[in-house]
């Protein structure tokens, strides 16, 4: 929770409350090295945030980024949900600029950009059929 909130409150000078209710039934996924949390985010079961599956609040620490550490990320997040639930269709809203990013992972932008806090997200969505 500290590393969100350091990313998406601080960092994105975006003052908005980062840990709500949907976390009490989230899945959280994380990475550390040594004892420090250097990645993470959570995943919600279908129907608390979409009707899908959903993924969110992705957070990679500004020291590692550029690294591998957000692929490592997306492929345990994405081998939880599959272990979890089967392949199953999942939901992001991801900040327009990491659409590529989010592409490498068979999600397809699915809504036209609008802003949230102030800044550009698309909603995009994974198939239970992809790979």
């Known amino acids: 929770m500290a590393l969100r ?11 908005y409350q980062d840990i709500d209710d949907k976390d009490l039934t989230a899945f959280h996924v994380y990475g550390k090295i040594d004892q420090n949390v250097i990645a993470v985010c959570r995943i919600l079961p279908a129907g608390i945030s979409y009707a899908e599956i959903s993924i969110g609040r992705v957070a990679v620490s500004m020291e590692y980024r550029g ?9 345990q997040t994405i081998h939880f949900i599959e272990n979890q639930w089967g392949k199953k269709d999942i939901r992001i809203s991801a900040q327009q600029h990491l659409t590529t990013f989010y592409n490498r992972f068979g999600f397809v932008q699915v809504s036209e950009m609008y802003l949230e806090d102030d800044i550009p997200h698309v909603e995009m969505l994974r198939t239970g059929k992809n790979e």
Not at 8 to 14: D, G, I, L, R, S
Not at 67 to 75: F, I, K, P, W
Request: glycine share 0%.
């Open 5 to 15: 909130t350091s990313i998406f409150v601080v960092e994105q000078n975006c003052p």
């Open 67 to 75: 690294t591998n550490v957000a692929n490592d990320l997306m492929h």
